[in-house]
């Protein structure tokens, strides 16, 4: 039964690989090199309903099927004097438009091929003086993240990351809600990121993000000071401003316990980014439309609370998130509103199955425009729930089955429906496999 335990327990890195934040990866002896291949393969079919199902003269098919390949190449070493470092990549399958399945995997006429770069970080420290990070990788807010809950199902919730939510048209579904704090608009970009020690149950991280850009971007055509330069301070092209960051500080600390079977840990985080400049004239629409009461965009104030507590294969936990922050880690427009997201969920590990729950409400101002005063709400509300169940075959592969339902809210929205409501649910069912 213990083996089985432990074999349940494996889903858990089996979905999150890329996020963990141990160092190093894999132990390794003093004066030694190890070098790894690691990676995640993930099938599913799935039937869907959503309010985009059927749009015009076109129709989708309820029943489809999805999947996706990450492949983690690094290596891990240590000196002889006990320091730390290596390197850790995580690589993934793109995405593409539709086809028919013909050249899949070849490179297209614009030089994009079949996998791209999510993380590349290097590290280098010590369990008793910490780590450092950087490169392409996680800050506070999601490596703090406690709370969210999502080791059952596909393991991928709402995010639109190859899961069963990838599959479904993306104005149903709340697939940008800031309830995660693991999205690629925090984690893609190149920062310098301090990991503390843990000391009496407290450990620390803090880190730096001068642009909101990643690995050789922003840096294949910066002839001049002008809108491809990764660099860029301030602007006069409208859609840099409130798109693109700058200054980024994300902190926070956590603390952990570990007594008579319970693992608790209880976290906090703060984010805070500015946005560019805007030295253009006046924008014909948005928010930087001046002549029409626009004011622009505010800083970037995000915090977060989570905690959770794990006890004979039973975890529970909730998260909040809230600021002056918008769907995707994107700027408010000024006058807009704040966001306030919370998440609850559970997960059940009893010898080789895996069950869990998940809900969470965001509201956020979504496309709010100051500017379309009374003609679109000021709140755009999301939510959803999820429910899902495992079977863990062996510390490499789980077979799982998941239901989610989800809705979207707010009057005005364009991507909405005239009234300003959109939902979508799904039934999948599929395999995970990690080495």
């Known amino acids: ?8 327990t494996a889903v858990v890195p089996l979905l999150a690989a890329g996020a963990a934040w141990a160092q190093p990866i894999k132990e390794v002896a003093p004066g030694t090199i190890t070098v790894h291949l690691n990676g995640r393969f993930q099938f599913e079919m799935v039937d869907y309903g959503s309010t985009f199902n059927t749009v015009g003269g076109n129709k989708l098919n309820p029943v489809t099927a999805a999947g996706e390949l990450r492949l983690y190449p690094g290596f891990d070493a240590e000196t002889l004097s006990g320091i730390a470092y290596g390197v850790q990549v995580e690589l993934r399958d793109a995405f593409s438009d539709a086809g028919k399945g013909v050249n899949a995997n070849a490179a297209t006429t614009s030089g994009t091929g079949s996998m791209y770069v999510r993380r590349a970080y290097g590290y280098i420290g010590t369990t008793d003086y910490g780590y ?8 506070a807010t999601s490596l703090l993240e406690q709370g969210v809950i999502y080791s059952f199902g596909d393991g991928d919730g709402w995010k639109n990351r190859g899961g069963i939510a990838t599959t479904l048209p993306s104005y149903a579904s709340p697939i940008n809600t800031i309830v995660w704090g693991d999205q690629v608009a925090l984690y893609g970009s190149d920062k310098i990121v301090y990991i503390s020690p843990k000391i009496y149950g407290f450990n620390a991280i803090a880190s730096y993000e001068p642009n909101s850009n990643g690995l050789k971007e922003g840096y294949a055509n910066c002839t001049t000071a002008n809108s491809t330069c990764a660099a860029l301070s301030s602007s006069g092209t409208a859609s840099d401003i409130g798109s693109r960051r700058k ?6 600390l956590q603390y952990t316990l570990q007594q008579y079977g319970v693992l608790a840990r209880i976290a906090g985080t703060y984010l805070h980014s ?16 001046y002549t029409a009461g626009g004011r622009g965009y505010s800083d970037m104030n995000a ?15 909730g998260n909040v998130k809230f600021g002056q922050v918008n769907d995707a880690y994107s700027f408010v427009p000024k006058g807009g509103r704040g966001a306030f997201v919370y998440d609850v969920g559970f997960a059940y590990n009893i010898g080789p199955y895996v069950i869990g729950a998940n809900y969470f409400d965001s509201q956020t ?10 003609k679109e709400a000021r709140t755009l509300n999301e939510n959803g729930v999820i429910v899902g169940a495992n079977y863990v075959i062996g510390k490499d592969m ?12 707010q009057y005005g929205n364009a991507q909405l429906s005239a009234t300003g409501n959109a939902q979508t649910q799904a039934v999948g069912m599929g395999a995970t496999l990690k080495w």
């Open 365 to 374: 101002s979504g496309t709010y425009d100051p500017t379309r005063y009374g």
């Open 274 to 289: 500015a946005t560019l400049s805007y030295t253009g004239v006046s924008a014909s629409s948005g928010p930087l439309n």
């Open 132 to 139: 450092f990070r950087f490169g392409q990788t996680d800050a």
């Open 247 to 252: 200054n980024t500080v994300d902190a926070g």
């Open 303 to 317: 915090y977060q609370f989570g905690a959770q507590v794990t006890y004979a294969g039973f975890t529970l936990g």
């Open 1 to 8: 039964m213990r083996k089985l335990l432990m074999a349940a």
């Open 398 to 409: 789980n077979v799982f089955l998941q239901y989610m339902y989800g809705q979207r809210h």
